[in-house]
């Protein structure tokens, strides 16, 4: 096709650095010449995982619909870098996320922290476990997810470097009972 691609291990480069390359073509044993030399200088993008906020501790909500709260992810990088940063919030009613209910993605607030509310009421009166994530890959906003349902992710393109981070702790909450639940979900500040 006209060119090649090579792609460097995992830490062989190091961060905001100046790396110098050339390369040259081989047939048969025989090298031709070496390309001019050219440059590049490392910019690392990173996503930390965010701090749930609230609800934890296994606290009893006030509505089956109940607002997750996180600390903003810490990120590395330049913002034109990252891009759209994401928040990744996902529930599960077991604490190793086999039964996830609800994926829910929403954009990091610039006050530093950030909530979502859940799409539909949760079962009443059922321990739920909650963690979330840092992200800037092109993914769906939100999804609800029927049992057993996966959700399709799109490819990406374009200059962004697309990470995640790690999950964060998970969080637990409890939703209260179905006569107890009839509260509208509060609004988006902790």
């Not at 749930?52 to 330049?78: D, E, I, W």
């Not at 079962?123 to 739920?128: G, K, L, M, Y």
């Not at 962004?160 to 500040?189: M, N, Y």
């Amino acid at each position: 096709e006209g060119r090649t691609v090579h792609t460097l291990p995992a830490g062989v480069l190091q961060n905001e650095t100046v790396s110098v390359w050339r390369a040259r073509a081989e047939s048969e044993g025989q090298g031709g010449p070496w390309s001019d030399i050219s440059s590049f200088t490392t910019q690392f993008v990173t996503i930390g995982p965010p701090t749930p906020l609230q609800p934890t501790g296994g606290v009893v909500t006030a509505s089956l619909r109940p607002q997750l709260f996180v600390k903003n992810p810490p990120t590395t990088g330049s913002a034109q870098d990252i891009g759209l940063l994401l928040v990744e919030f996902e529930v599960a009613t077991d604490d190793q996320f086999v039964n996830v209910v609800e994926i829910g993605r929403t954009t990091a607030r610039d006050r530093g922290e950030t909530g979502y509310t859940l799409l539909e009421d949760l079962a009443p009166d059922t321990q739920f476990y909650w963690r979330a994530r840092g992200t800037n890959e092109n993914l769906p906003v939100t999804a609800v997810l029927e049992p057993g349902e996966a959700i399709e992710l799109p490819s990406s393109s374009g200059s962004v470097f697309e990470t995640s981070s790690d999950w964060s702790p998970t969080a637990t909450f409890r939703t209260p009972t179905a006569a107890a639940a009839t509260a509208p979900p509060p609004d988006d500040s902790p």
